[in-house]
């Protein structure tokens, strides 16, 4: 098979106007324009209203290509276009040759009949998706009155990422253009069309891996072998140096190949072959053991032996699906990895940028390794984006990030017609053929949050009925119907938060998952998370400001109070500034500038979620997972994020790191009493020994109790109860801490108060800093002068992540706190002076 690539430059125009620049394909209007400095950054204070502008226009996208006599010679010249974004009419030396109408799939279109050989054009021309939407023809009495939040009206009438039109985090630039790679085939032999991997797994010494190959299609004469082999992958970037070697030594460890004969009479063929591993290495997620991966090659080779085409899936020896076995509370919901049930900790995620081309494989990187850092072990991909690219799988196959992957559809209400129906089902067997196999894909799930609202959200019960049993038609039957026959192996759940579907109390907390927005949406004070025992929380989230130094990157020093007209456009939530400055009030003084606003409000959302998720891991069993609103941004903004659109880390991942940890403490207060926990994902038990403090704000010892024992694996128990009621006439003055040191050394804290923060009498701080620098890293002592709570570590002119960060000093004793070299993202240091000079610190006092 021979490959005509497409990508590169192109020219863009107006449609039916002079070019007006190149573009880099994959590549959009924006991306272009930008390059070319036809236009501002549009995440530049309120430019995003000039941004949404430019698409009430149509653009065309043009290149030449040569195609050789020879190749023009093969009985098969298709045109491969991996993502065009949106309304597509293509063009072939003039020729109209298709329109396509869904960003979300893949289009292979025949041209054989419109080339020549020597130089040919090809054009496409995106119609505007805004004036699409704006004259969209309703059928009678089914034009939807509900909007998502942030969105534009008809945003769901087009295949086209929902938040692309805006969300309530993310702006409205709309965007069109050809964002994946596009390419020709051109070819006579048959074809691979399909590769298919089944596991079977009898016992810990043996798996038997099925492939499957479809549709083995052509209409050339001649004989073809089908070789299919297994061989244990050496593609481990994520590993250790140790585990590299080890990885080296071992080789490869199995590969057979099987020889399929394709005969020429056949129309289409299927064939299967079956391997046996011995010995297989299990593939787990991250936390619990590591991520081997092991490759399928499926190869066609003509009668002399050349090879015409190569298929690799990676995959990895697995069973992974979710447990909804009744207990005593109703029905589990716990994802099942090699027949483990496991305290699913992550967090949801959304596009990385509104320029879908930006979105790279060193930012996906970070992205995932910063999830690993904070001991996660899934990533929901939320439904109102899009489909990330197969780099973006294959590194959470290597970093073991299990993926709950939503199908895009999320907070709106569809019209579904037969067209519209087709559509989705096609793009559902698109996307399902291209990610089935990989190692961390956990579950699939119809939708976000549509079940929930026609059950009781108010605006959806204003709309007519037929709009529900279109509902019930598209999620309920073509959805499901087009993924499971597409993969049988997978998990695949209606809609989130669900019970099972079919408006069967979808937010019943006995069974499913749930989203719980009460704290935040409802302004419930922190202890409501309390309340809830749900079986798995999906959504659950809390809003904070970016820091000063993402805040001045779209602002003027005139914008910066967040009322202005600018805070408030990177602001999408209705009244949200104003939600943090409820719980502000509620919890810390009035901060008295402008920056110390941002970090407190990142102090409270970390302290939201940890609360949270503190209470659904001492329920261990009941609940079995928490995964976060939101992961990331894709833009500067005001959001529920714990990392920012620049990837600098928010107060919430540092937390995070702490309350994911696979051994992690916490307590409560209740009753003069202080209750300690102790919540493990680890796989051994562990001895430990708890010293519990009552400390003054100097951080003199009041009271100290101790305790030891052993914590078993994967579980959650309550260590100690201990007494603090003889402190209530002293709680302005006094904090708890309980430290608890693990039989390997290592060591984890929690911090109570029996007020809220803004009533203690901290003193006023004095912290000195001493920097060390080492071969690969720095380390930053830091000796306090009592209780200082929230301590954030930062630069103005550089970006690093610290081993721990927002975390508290509680008496008079060192902290080191390691800076590793390979963790500064941006702006370096001279040496531990120049770090030390530069370095700053804020607390709560
Ligand atoms: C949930 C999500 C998103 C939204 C978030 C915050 O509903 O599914 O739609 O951004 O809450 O409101």
Not at 14 to 30: F, H
Not at 138 to 151: C, M, R, V
Not at 571 to 588: I, R, T, V
Not at 792 to 799: P, Q, R, T
Request: glycine share 6%; with cysteine.
């Amino acid at each position: 098979m021979k490959k005509i690539l497409l990508n590169g430059e192109w020219s863009l125009a107006e449609a039916g106007k002079e070019p007006m620049c190149p573009v880099t394909v994959p590549g959009t209007v924006l991306s272009g324009m930008l390059e070319a400095k036809l236009i501002d950054d549009p995440f530049y204070r309120t430019n995003e209203d000039d941004t949404r502008a430019l698409f009430w226009k149509d653009y065309e996208f043009d290149r030449c290509f040569d195609i050789s006599e020879e190749q023009l010679l093969e009985d098969k010249i298709i045109l491969v276009c991996e993502g065009l974004d949106t309304l597509a009419d293509i063009y072939i030396n003039g020729t109209k040759i298709a329109s396509t109408n869904n960003m979300h799939r893949t289009w292979k279109l025949d041209v054989k009949p419109y080339v020549h050989s020597g130089k040919n054009d090809i054009k496409i021309i995106f119609e505007s998706v805004l004036k699409y939407i704006d004259d969209y023809k309703y059928d009678e009495g089914k034009e939807a009155k509900f909007i998502a939040s942030g969105a534009m009206k008809g945003n769901q009438v087009i295949r086209k990422a929902h938040s692309m039109f805006g969300w309530d985090w993310g702006p409205q630039t709309i965007d069109a253009g050809i964002f994946r790679d596009i390419y020709i085939e051109c070819y006579s032999h048959p074809r691979i069309d399909d590769v298919i991997i089944r596991q079977y797994h009898g016992d810990d010494v043996r798996v038997n891996v099925e492939a499957v190959l479809t549709n083995v299609t052509g209409n050339n004469t001649g004989e073809y072998i089908i070789r299919c082999s297994i061989a244990e992958s050496l593609n481990r970037s994520n590993r250790t140096d140790a585990d590299k070697n080890d990885a080296d030594t071992a080789g490869i460890a199995h590969s057979e190949i099987r020889n399929f004969i394709y005969n020429k009479s056949q129309e289409t063929y299927t064939g299967n072959t079956e391997f046996t591993i011995e010995n297989p290495k299990l593939w787990w997620p991250n936390g619990y053991g590591k991520q081997p991966l092991y490759t399928v090659t499926a190869e066609l080779l003509d009668e002399a032996g050349n090879v015409l085409e190569t298929i690799t899936k990676r995959i990895g020896l697995r069973t992974l699906t979710v447990s909804t076995e009744a207990d005593r509370w109703g029905n589990e919901f716990a994802f099942c990895v090699n027949g483990l049930k496991i305290f699913t900790m992550g967090g949801n995620y959304i596009p990385e940028d509104c320029l879908y081309t930006r979105i790279n494989r060193k930012q996906q990187e970070f992205l995932l390794d910063s999830c690993v850092k904070a001991h996660f072990n899934c990533v929901r991909v939320w439904g109102g984006g899009y489909y990330p690219s197969d780099e973006f799988y294959d590194m959470c196959d290597e970093r073991g990030l299990i993926i709950w992957q939503d199908m895009m559809y999320a907070c709106n209400v569809y019209d579904v017609t037969d067209d519209f129906a087709e559509n989705c089902r096609l793009e559902a067997i698109d996307n399902v053929k291209r990610l089935r196999h990989h190692a961390a894909l956990g579950l699939w799930c119809g939708n976000n949050e549509i079940e929930s609202a026609w059950d009781h959200w108010p605006d959806f019960q204003k709309e007519t009925p037929y709009l529900r049993a279109d509902y019930i038609k598209l999620f309920e039957d073509v959805l499901p119907k087009a993924v499971t026959q597409t993969d049988d192996q997978t998990f695949y759940w209606k809609s989130s938060p669900s019970s099972g579907g079919c408006f069967d109390f979808p937010d019943d907390d006995t069974r499913g998952d749930n989203h719980y927005w009460d704290v935040w949406h409802g302004q419930k004070p922190f202890t409501d998370y309390r309340k809830y025992f749900f079986r798995f929380c999906s959504e659950f989230g809390f809003q904070s400001f970016p820091c000063l130094k993402t805040v001045e990157s779209f602002t003027e020093e005139k914008d910066r109070n967040i009322f202005s007209r600018v805070m408030e456009n990177h602001q999408k939530n209705d009244s949200a500034n104003g939600k943090m400055l409820f719980y502000l009030s509620e919890n810390f003084r009035y901060p008295e500038e402008f920056g110390q606003l941002l970090y407190i409000t990142q102090v409270l959302q970390g302290m939201a979620i940890k609360y949270g998720v503190d209470h659904w891991r001492r329920n261990r069993g009941r609940c079995m997972g928490t995964l976060y609103w939101q992961i990331n941004d894709n833009w500067p903004v005001a959001s529920w994020a714990s990392i920012d659109y620049y990837n600098r880390w928010k107060g919430l991942h540092y937390m995070a790191r702490r309350f994911y940890a696979p051994l992690a403490v916490s307590m409560e207060l209740d009753d003069g009493n202080a209750d300690v926990w102790l919540e493990s994902e680890c796989m051994q038990d562990k001895k430990y020994s708890l010293e519990l403090f009552v400390k003054d704000m100097s951080g003199n010892v009041l009271k100290k109790s101790e305790s030891e024992g052993t914590v078993p694996k994967l579980s959650s128990s309550k260590i100690y109860v201990g007494d603090i009621g003889e402190f209530t006439d002293r709680k302005y003055d006094v904090f708890v801490e309980a430290v608890v040191t693990t039989e390997d050394g290592e060591c984890l804290s929690d911090v109570e108060i029996l007020v809220p923060y803004k009533y203690l009498e901290l003193c006023e701080p004095d912290i000195r800093v001493d920097v060390e620098e080492h071969d690969d890293h720095f380390d930053i002592r830091l000796t306090g002068n009592g209780f200082i709570p929230f301590v954030e570590m930062y630069f103005d002119d550089a970006d690093v992540i610290f081993e721990d960060n927002f975390f508290h000093l509680t008496g008079t004793d060192t902290k080191v706190i390691r800076l590793y070299k390979n963790e500064i993202i941006r702006g370096g240091f001279k040496d531990a002076d120049d770090l030390g000079s530069r370095l700053k610190i804020r607390c709560v006092r």
